[in-house]
């Protein structure tokens, strides 16, 4: 049988033209863009693990109507930039943490020293009438809607000098802190010396001698190799770091009821992740400054009760006359009752 150049031509185009009709049949009706800083491997970084899987539920649910375009790494600017982006409504959705109390600065009670005894107390809170409330406060304030809460982990003390099992082995200590007043006025009230240096600039103070120690979550610690320039941690807990998963408010709107139903139980599966990816990573780092020599302290209740009345009365004195005062309470008061259950 011959074909002609023609009917070859349409011999060709047919399935060409039948592709790109099914292409355009499934194609996403909505795009949704997500931005977060912390790398993108799902078995080793929280917001990685958390925003894929965001993704896949979401993409999967929806039949492929709506699309996650997910952004790690910082590609898209710091924290700042993602939650100034997502106010913007530039990008739909960021994941972020300690930057969010910047533009709603009743999220800082969240940073109040030895506030939650353990991280389920901290699910608890977070996922109950409290983070519900604090949701729609910040709502209100910036225009994002927190749906869900991730987990950043439990930030801890590490030096150089010497073990440090009471607030008193702080003293004359040079701690590096973040740029926060809140984190100043915490390691201040235990009697060190507290030091706010940007996070690119750490390594170097760090073996220079700039100042004798840090805190942050252990599984910062082992990533980064803090082993290699500081002999000892303590597991004080001090700060439960937390992930905020936000949506800009009107592209939320903008979504028909089902599909809104569909991103927010998305989002509470994908912190949930998030969290669970924290605390393997938290373990296995742990065993990793173990296996490195660094000096593990471990604190018995009255131990940390000590830390507490340390550190929590001055910052908590300090944070009333920064955010409004009845939140502070609200959340100390929510601790109190998760903790009781």
Not at 320 to 330: N, R
């Amino acid at each position: 049988m011959k074909f002609s150049k023609k009917t070859l031509a349409t011999a060709l185009a047919t399935p060409l033209m039948a592709g790109l009709l099914s292409a355009q049949a499934f194609a996403a009706d909505i795009t949704l863009t997500l931005g977060h800083v912390d790398p993108p491997e799902w078995q080793t970084s929280k917001k990685g693990a958390a925003t894929k899987v965001f993704k896949e539920l979401v993409e999967a649910e929806s039949g492929g109507r709506i699309e996650v375009n997910v952004y790690p790494n910082g590609q898209l600017g710091g924290e700042t930039d993602l939650i100034q982006s997502a106010q913007d409504a530039t990008l739909s959705m960021a994941m972020v943490s300690g930057a969010f109390s910047k533009v709603c600065k009743e999220a800082a009670v969240l940073d109040t020293p030895y506030l939650f005894p353990s991280a389920p107390v901290a699910w608890q809170v977070l996922d109950g009438q409290f983070g519900k409330d604090l949701s729609q406060h910040c709502l209100d304030k910036t225009g994002l809607r927190t749906l869900a809460y991730g987990e950043t982990g439990f930030r801890n003390f590490t030096n150089s000098k010497r073990p440090i099992s009471e607030p008193a082995d702080l003293d004359g200590l040079k701690i590096r802190v973040m740029t926060v007043p809140l984190f100043v006025e915490m390691v201040k009230s235990m009697g060190g010396e507290p030091t706010p240096i940007a996070w690119p600039e750490v390594p170097s103070a760090l073996s220079t001698g700039v100042v004798d120690g840090q805190e942050n979550p252990v599984s910062v610690i082992a990533a980064n190799k803090f082993y290699e320039l500081q002999k000892y941690i303590t597991l004080d807990n001090h700060i439960y770091g937390t992930d905020f998963l936000v949506i800009n408010e009107a592209v939320y709107q903008g979504l028909d009821e089902k599909d809104r139903a569909l991103v927010k139980r998305a989002a509470m599966i994908a912190g949930t992740v998030g969290r669970a990816i924290q605390q393997v990573n938290s373990a296995k780092g742990l065993g990793e400054l173990a296996e490195n020599g660094m000096e593990i302290t471990s604190l018995t209740a009255e131990q940390q009760a000590k830390f507490q009345a340390a550190a929590q009365p001055a910052v908590v004195e300090w944070l009333k006359t920064e955010i409004e005062p009845e939140w502070v309470d609200k959340a100390l008061d929510a601790v109190k009752a998760a903790s009781a259950e």
